[in-house]
């Protein structure tokens, strides 16, 4: 049994390690060091800790040609001087403590359709089953029905992605550290503004935005929206203003940095792996940097830059090109051996499910889950190595960040990384073989690979011939910077003036035509930063080739959130006189049994008056399941009686009118509609409209029904956050419900209604 220590032991020791630096010895004995399965400290220094994971790798190396010695990988590793493994590495590598994946990032997502309520607990299971295991967990909710569509349940329609989307939160709230998890959304997804504003603590969110949206964005155009996504014939489809929606992105980004802005088009048209069938992008890890195809993991490594600056900081600064493509490309072997290990972490996890003492079904999901994981890493063995240190590199070799001479550095050092991984990666094709998907002609039109043959045409004529043997090799780690620079002992730069976004943003652009993952930038803004210059640099991150931006801007407690509801519901203005026609929401719910719809009228977006009438019968409302918008057109006939008639357009594209709602309705169903439209033409806010309709005493049981329709209808004008006092949570009984998106959300234990 290995020595145990206690936590002023081993800080003590990484205290004289680091030479009394505190920040760098608190942050190793925490994250990075050997603890047992009680939490434990289990080595005295980093030094350990090296030789623990050089151990390991050279094990690996051992079953393949050439291999690379313990001690040579030690000295790469020693005092974080040259190669850094990210945590789980670290903490991981040879560590037979816990069961746990050596993988930072995963990504879930099931084939075809995954919008059945089995699908989405399916994931939610899955998603659970990774996070106890420590890894960041990304998965895509685009292919879920938005809200308000037909669906064959009790409910007759979608309650939309929102209380999933809180679902998922929720658990990773239980499980996870806060930024464990990434929801995505494409910007085509009807619902994707309710999505935007549903930021949570314990997860991340990012909108996948196409180049149609930009272009709409940056002409001023409207764009299309629709469900199913990629249907030729939609069953949901509208148009909306781009610039509306972006305006709202760009508040909350300002305001919580949320949601992520990701080039979709471009990241999948771009990158390697996109170029295989099996191995489509689905959504990113969750701090960006990695796109991942279902149950596809990745391994994080940086090699500190600032190691191969010779005489720093003086008139003989250079840098050692030779040393850094000598060690790129036995970092790459050292990462291609960590998929072996990572392989033989996921088959202890298996053994140790296969001793649980729950049944095989209990088990099922969990297991299956790692067959699957387990499956994708072998087929393409995905790695990525980054650099560590760069705007420290820069200074010490006398030139100025943001500088078109710092830039030109910057983008030869990432096309001397990307061709020295590559490089070794066919080699090691050569010596272990491809990963098993590999095929030169399907990779032959992409833009990355194409650089590297017009770069170096030897290697890409090796690689032709001989393959490559990781599918994907390069990538930044953006969410542990931090803490691996203090562990590297960087020195400490003063930011120059003169540094801007728009310059980041170029150079960015650059950096990203030598990585064939994501190379994130993330632009710092102070608080008095307006909107309109968050959206000049995402614009220019498009414009530019980035892939991932994120623009930040210090924190300012007087900035709310933006959603449809602040945007959409201002406080209304009382107009008596109603218009001719009026935009239409259509609502469909059960009576007694017996299908019905209301029509709610908006005006300026706020309802205006509601109709209802039973849908399905030789003398009702006879509508397609489609349809989910029109308009209400008053007619006054020449006798001078009015009729009031709902206009849609069918899929088509034609026009088609259903006349005389009002001859819809039997006489008290009328009356009270009247008294209900009446109500809210006079802008009494929408939540005391739904509690008078509730406290209606009406004797009949079918008008009770139809009631409670009513309230359900209207709940989705209610501008969210508005409390519901005097309403009780059915599951805990507190009175902290609030009213989300068309349903009422209990505070206190996360309850639906």
């Not at 990210?86 to 359709?113: D, H, T």
């Not at 407690?557 to 201002?570: L, N």
């Amino acid at each position: 049994m290995a020595k145990t220590l206690t936590f002023d032991e081993a800080f003590a020791a990484a205290l004289k390690y680091f030479g009394g630096d505190n920040v760098a010895s608190e942050v190793w004995v925490k994250k990075y060091a050997l603890k047992d399965s009680d939490g434990n400290v289990c080595e005295l220094t980093p030094d350990e800790m090296h030789r623990r994971m050089a151990k390991e790798i050279a094990r690996v190396e051992a079953r393949y040609p050439n291999p690379v010695d313990e001690s040579e990988i030690f000295g790469l590793l020693e005092h974080f001087r040259y190669l850094i493994p990210e945590s789980r590495l670290m903490s991981g590598i040879g560590n037979n403590y816990v069961a746990e994946s050596l993988s930072s990032c995963f990504a879930i997502g099931l084939k075809g359709s995954s919008d059945s309520y089995g699908a989405i607990m399916h994931i939610d299971e899955e998603q659970v089953q990774l996070l106890k295991r420590r890894g960041g967990v990304g998965h895509d909710l685009s292919q879920l029905r938005p809200k308000g569509y037909a669906v064959k349940t009790s409910n007759l329609t979608s309650i939309g992605l929102v209380p999933f989307m809180e679902r998922y939160s929720n658990t990773a709230h239980e499980i996870a550290p806060e930024g464990s998890l990434v929801l995505s959304l494409s910007v085509r997804h009807p619902e994707v503004e309710a999505f935007i504003g549903m930021k949570n603590a314990a997860t991340n969110v990012a909108v996948k935005i196409d180049d149609e949206f930009m272009k709409a964005v940056i002409n001023n155009r409207q764009y299309a929206q629709q469900f199913p996504l990629d249907a030729q014939t939609p069953v949901v489809k509208q148009h909306i203003e781009a610039t509306d929606l972006w305006q709202i992105m760009m508040h909350n980004v300002m305001r919580s940095a949320q949601p992520e802005i990701l080039f979709w088009d471009r990241i999948t048209r771009e990158s390697v792996s996109d170029c295989y069938d099996e191995c489509r992008s689905i959504c990113t890890n969750p701090s960006g940097e990695i796109q991942l195809s279902a149950y596809d993991s990745c391994r994080l490594l940086v090699m500190n830059l600032y190691s191969y600056v010779q005489n720093p900081f003086s008139s003989s600064a250079s840098f050692n090109y030779e040393l850094f493509d000598r060690h790129a490309r036995i970092a790459q072997r050292i990462m291609d051996d960590i998929v072996d290990l990572e392989l033989e972490k996921i088959e202890h996890i298996l053994e140790k499910i296969d001793e649980d003492p729950e049944s095989d079904e209990v088990k099922y999901t969990e297991k299956r889950l790692w067959e699957k994981i387990y499956e994708k890493t072998k087929l393409i063995r995905r790695t990525g190595i980054g650099l560590l240190g760069e705007d420290e590199t820069v200074e010490a070799m006398n030139l100025r960040n943001g500088s078109h001479d710092a830039a030109e550095f910057l983008s030869g050092v990432y096309r001397n990384l990307a061709l020295s991984v590559y490089s070794s990666s066919v080699q090691l094709a050569k010596e272990r073989g491809t990963f098993g998907i590999y095929n030169g002609e399907k990779e032959a039109e992409n833009a990355f690979i194409n650089r590297i043959k017009d770069a170096d045409a030897c290697l890409f004529a090796e690689m032709q011939k001989y393959g490559r043997r990781n599918i994907s090799c390069l990538a930044s780690v953006r969410s542990e910077k931090k803490s691996l620079a203090a562990l590297a002992h960087l020195p400490v730069i003063q930011e120059r003036e003169g540094n801007d976004g728009i310059a980041k943003l170029k150079l960015y652009g650059e950096l990203q035509k030598w990585s064939d993952h994501a190379v994130a930038v993330d632009i710092m803004l102070s608080a008095k930063a307006d909107e309109s210059l968050a959206s000049k640099l995402y614009i220019e991150a498009w414009r530019n080739g980035c892939w991932v931006c994120n623009v930040r801007c210090e924190k300012n407690e007087e900035t709310e959130p933006m959603s449809k509801d602040s945007v959409v519901f201002k406080q209304p203005i009382i107009t008596e006189v109603r218009p001719q026609s009026l935009e239409c929401d259509v609502v469909r719910f059960q009576n007694n049994k017996e299908k019905w719809v209301a029509f709610v009228g908006l005006l300026d977006g706020y309802p205006y008056e509601i109709f209802t009438g039973l849908q399905d019968d030789e003398e009702g409302i006879v509508l397609p399941k489609s349809v989910t918008k029109g308009k209400i057109i008053k007619n006054v006939l020449p006798d001078g009686t009015k009729r009031y008639d709902f206009q849609f357009q069918n899929k088509r594209g034609y026009k088609t009118t259903v006349e005389g709602l009002s001859e819809k309705f039997n006489k008290e169903y009328w009356n009270y509609a009247k008294l209900i439209s009446g109500v809210l033409r006079y802008r009494m806010p929408t939540h005391y409209v739904i509690k008078l309709v509730g406290s209606l005493q009406l004797e009949s049981e079918s008008i009770n029904t139809w009631k409670n329709g009513v309230k359900q209808a209207l709940k989705k004008y209610v501008v969210n956050g508005t409390e519901a006092k005097g309403v009780m949570c059915p599951n805990c009984g507190s009175e902290s419900l609030v009213y989300q998106d068309g349903n009422l959300i209990c505070k206190e234990c996360g309850e639906i209604r």
